[in-house]
């Protein structure tokens, strides 16, 4: 069977599931939102406005009501859909490990969707992949509308290992195959300890091919030497940061490096299943380490924040367990890390479509954009935990969520 067809027929359900509430978003009449209050997504505020959509984007954003609506959200905060800049879309929990190694490609295929439309039902309108060659054939199934999800951007496969040479090489075979970014790892994980594993000549390798072939790169680092290599070659964004040092967030800051730490979910959602995990082959030791370094991460964070203009976005890094929780790391980053409320909104809409090169069609609510719109039960400036309320989706003018 087709890789294709076979997504077509897993994704039936899906899709059944949300035709009533699409059904009258694929009208071809204009679609007319009645907002109660309206985040911009640039640190903007409007308060009774009605938002046009035709097609696919935004047509008018107005403080005229109209006498009719076709949503009438007044009771709600409309912002733009969230941006999660790291997930790993095919992570569920199977019997061997966090990836389904011993599953059918069909069951992996059937949970990377599950986990694409409980990610949209979330408020995630967009979403980076971060792992699977897989991924490619979920991301290509939901641009031809075939079943409900975030619109994914996957780097199709991760650089961990290999001589300069080889690394260059991967590199141009994954932008071949239609990655949208590349993955690069230059530390280990914190449950290991999080100990370089990398040389300067990989770093620089794997950074400079990336940005020769016009790909953004996304790097796995912990420590700050083999950091400020990948910050001085020129990738273009440092996941996780678990130890690294004032001296490194201005260097951030001096060459425009995004930064996605996890503050909220990542460590915590293992923790939280620990039974699960261990199941997995995850140990005492592995969960000892975690605990310990759940402090440290928030005291980086707090001296990140510290930064002016250094650019923090949203990134999660969602595996099994935690898919559709990406508000929760916006809200732990409020409510334990001090961040201001609208500095987090802007973090994972109109910062986040920046880091992820589409600040031109999405990120904000603006005419002219994309019709990516979230609707949520109370102000998350003035109590962040409404982000956890998600109640409209849409998506590209589609509504795949309207449960006031």
């Known amino acids: 069977m087709k890789p294709g067809r076979r997504v077509d027929q897993l994704a039936t359900a899906l899709v059944l599931t949300v035709s009533l509430a699409t059904s009258q978003a694929l009208s071809s009449e204009p679609i007319s939102i009645r907002a109660g209050t309206l985040l911009d997504g640039r640190g903007g505020t409007q308060e009774d406005v009605v938002v046009v959509v035709e097609g696919s984007r935004i047509a008018d954003i107005s403080a005229t009501a109209a006498s009719s609506t076709t949503y009438d959200l007044s009771e709600l905060t409309l912002l733009p859909g969230l941006i999660e800049g790291h997930q790993h879309i095919g992570s569920y929990f199977s019997g061997s490990d966090m ?85 690069i790892v230059i530390s280990g994980l914190l449950r290991d300890g999080g100990e370089r594993t990398n040389t300067d000549e990989f770093i620089q390798a794997a950074c400079e091919e990336s940005k020769t072939l016009g790909l953004r790169s996304l790097v796995h680092a912990h420590n700050p030497p083999e950091t400020r290599t990948a910050i001085l070659a020129g990738c273009t964004q440092i996941e996780h940061g678990g130890f690294l040092t004032d001296e490194i967030f201005e260097l951030m800051v001096e060459h425009g490096t995004y930064f996605g730490p996890n503050v909220g979910v990542l460590q915590q959602n293992y923790i939280e299943n620990r039974d699960r995990f261990l199941a997995l082959g995850f140990t005492d030791q592995h969960f000892a380490r975690m605990n310990a370094v759940v402090p440290q991460i928030l005291e980086m964070f707090k001296r990140a924040l510290e930064h002016e203009n250094l650019k923090i976005v949203l990134t999660a890094d969602a595996v099994a367990g935690s898919h559709g929780r990406s508000a929760d790391e916006l809200i732990a980053r409020v409510e334990k890390g001090g961040q201001h409320p609208m500095d987090a909104i802007i973090s994972g809409t109109s910062l986040a479509a920046q880091a992820i090169g589409m600040q031109d069609s999405i990120g904000t609510l603006e005419p002219g954009k994309e019709a990516d719109i979230i609707g949520v039960k109370g102000n998350p400036i003035e109590d962040i935990t409404a982000l956890s309320r998600v109640v409209f989706v849409m998506k590209g003018g589609r509504v795949y969520k309207y449960d006031p």
């Open 99 to 183: 990836f389904g190694s011993d599953d059918s490609p069909e069951k992996r295929m059937s949970h990377a969707l599950e986990n694409a439309y409980v990610s949209l039902m979330g408020g995630v309108t967009t979403l980076q992949s971060v792992g699977a060659q897989s991924d490619l054939e979920v991301r290509d199934a939901i641009e031809r509308g075939v079943l409900p999800g975030s619109r994914i951007l996957t780097s199709a496969g991760i650089i961990y290992d290999g001589t300069p040479d080889e690394v260059r090489q991967r590199i141009r075979d994954l932008k071949t195959i239609g990655a949208d970014l590349v993955k």
